[in-house]
């Protein structure tokens, strides 16, 4: 039985799940993170205002600056972005993590250096390991209220699938089980490009009509990819899907979405990241995943739009025309 645990990454994500872990019973939760003051503050004063404001944490969350205050726990929660994700697998590595701990990916992105998702990079610094990912339309700063949410825990071993739903099943959070792991990461990667398009378009003052059809089209675009990859159609029909696309294109929770709401409204990309002052995953995502369609031959038009808005300069509105003066075409196809 699972009585301790840690997180690293002290953002709001990797806080409301220390408080998820907290509300379960779990006598200590240790969040790690990289800043002296927020670490200090957490301990303190049982808050971390930067990320999530008014929420009072549970006494048994505890921060650390020190990576060997987590390699003893038997459960891992991976909450880092994307980007440093291969170096802290390095670094939990030379820490000496045991072969026997649980590391659940909690992170939706895909690795810059590899172009891999997290569970494949997990594994490939940890191969013995058991690993799983966790993923739905779950905002952190709900999840810190105690609002009702769904989540799927994906696993390929149904046994650390009903561990680890056992953890994260509360009056508050109903969680499901998956095998397909490669599905639900490839969902949870892709909305957030979709989340930026979404944003740019209420950022042009567009309406529900337009909004609806871009999240409609995601989804295909978004099934198209992921079963290329190996997910399973069902899967992009489910939490992780379609739930966590429309969560994240209509939420003014959503960080890819106010990015996007800002190059609608004529900021430029480096403007945007300056006001957000926080990780957006989908502006390195639409890159990565850009050059993943091209290399498996996907069409993906609107994650074209989006990627030649952010990494080309093209504005949105010109975007936005090219995409509906396309060739018309079946819907199925």
């Avoid at 209509?250 to 945007?272: C, F, I, P």
């Avoid at 989006?306 to 060739?327: D, I, V």
Wanted: aromatic share 4%; proline share 4%; glycine share 10%.
């Amino acid at each position: 039985m699972i009585t301790e645990a840690a997180v690293v990454g002290a953002g709001s994500w990797g806080t409301a799940l220390a408080m998820v872990l907290a509300d379960r019973g779990l006598e200590r939760v240790t969040l790690l993170s990289r800043n002296a003051e927020q670490t200090a503050e957490i301990n303190q004063k049982s808050t971390n205002s930067r990320y999530l404001k008014v929420v009072q944490l549970p006494e048994t969350i505890t921060a650390s600056l020190d990576i060997a205050d987590v390699v003893d726990k038997p459960l891992i929660l991976l909450v880092v972005p994307s980007q440093v994700v291969s170096d802290t697998l390095q670094r939990l590595k030379e820490a000496g993590l045991p072969k026997e701990t649980i590391l659940l990916s909690c992170n939706k992105g895909v690795a810059p250096d590899t172009g891999k998702l997290m569970t494949q990079t997990v594994h490939d610094f940890f191969p013995k390991n058991p690993v799983a990912v966790l993923s739905g339309p779950s905002h952190a700063e709900e999840v810190a209220k105690r609002m009702a949410t769904g989540a799927v825990v994906g696993a390929e071993d149904d046994e650390l699938s009903a561990q680890l739903q056992q953890i994260f099943t509360l009056p508050y959070l109903r969680s499901y089980t998956s095998r397909d792991v490669t599905g639900i990461e490839v969902g949870g990667v892709v909305k957030n490009i979709f989340a930026i398009a979404a944003g740019a378009a209420d950022g042009l003052g567009l309406g529900d009509n337009a909004k609806a059809a871009l999240v409609t089209r995601g989804l295909a675009e978004m099934t198209r990819l992921g079963i290329k990859l190996g997910g399973r159609p069902e899967t992009f029909q489910g939490l992780s899907g379609i739930g966590d696309l429309i969560v994240t294109c209509y939420s003014t929770h959503s960080r890819n979405n106010r990015v996007g709401r800002l190059l609608g409204s004529g900021k430029t990309l480096q403007e945007a990241i300056d006001e957000l002052n926080q990780v957006a995953e989908g502006v390195p995502n639409a890159k990565n995943v850009y050059e993943l369609a091209r290399k498996l031959d996907v069409r993906t038009p609107l994650i074209d739009e989006t990627y030649a808005a952010l990494y080309e300069g093209k504005p949105c509105g010109q975007a936005l025309q090219e995409l509906l003066s396309r060739n018309p075409r079946s819907e199925s196809d």
